[in-house]
Every structure is written in C-alpha cells, then in structure tokens.
C-alpha cells in the first residue's frame, strides 16, 4: 500500500514542491516540464505484460537503460535544457527508489 503511495508522489508532489522552491518565477513551466517527462514512460508497451509491478524498470525499457540515463546526464550539461534533464533524472531517481521498495 505505502509503495504506490511514494511512488505516484514522488512523481507528482516533489516534483511541485522543487518547482516552487527552486523556480518560483517560472514554478508553472518547470512543473509541467516534470509532468512531460512522464512520457519516457511509453517505453513500457514495448514489454509484455505492459504493466507489472514487480519488475523494477530501471535497464529494462530503453528509456530506463542505462545509456538513456547517462544521456540524461549529460543533457544537464547544456543549460538551454537543464531543467528537462533534471526533471528526467528524477522520474529515474523516482523508479529507482521503487525497484529498492520491491
């Protein structure tokens, strides 16, 4: 039960609260950025089952892989999409800690 809990908050809720921390003037933009980037998660009808809750998607869809988040990374880099960046490191961050709930 706590699982999906931190995790759809950890997708929804943090990622408002570091828009209006840490971008208050732009804290709409930033948040909605961070709702995009849920969209790394089409990767996942590529897998059969689609849905499984017990499989950590972090190196098994190709936008979970390893080299997406090395790519991620360096995206951060580059300061004309920073925030895109951050906003995909934490959608792996947020899988991550949910692959360690298992």
Known sequence: ?????VHYGFH?????LIAILFFPKQWKRVYLIFLATMFIDFDHLLAIPIFDTNRCSINFH????YYAIVGYI?????????????????????????????
Not at 62 to 65: D, V
């Open 62 to 65: 190709p936008l979970h892989s």
């Open 74 to 102: 360096i995206l951060f880099f580059f300061p004309k999409v920073r925030v895109i960046a951050l906003a995909l490191l934490w959608h792996i961050i947020t899988d991550q800690i949910d692959c360690w709930m298992m």
């Open 12 to 16: 929804l809720v943090i990622p408002f």
């Open 1 to 5: 039960m706590i699982r999906p809990i």
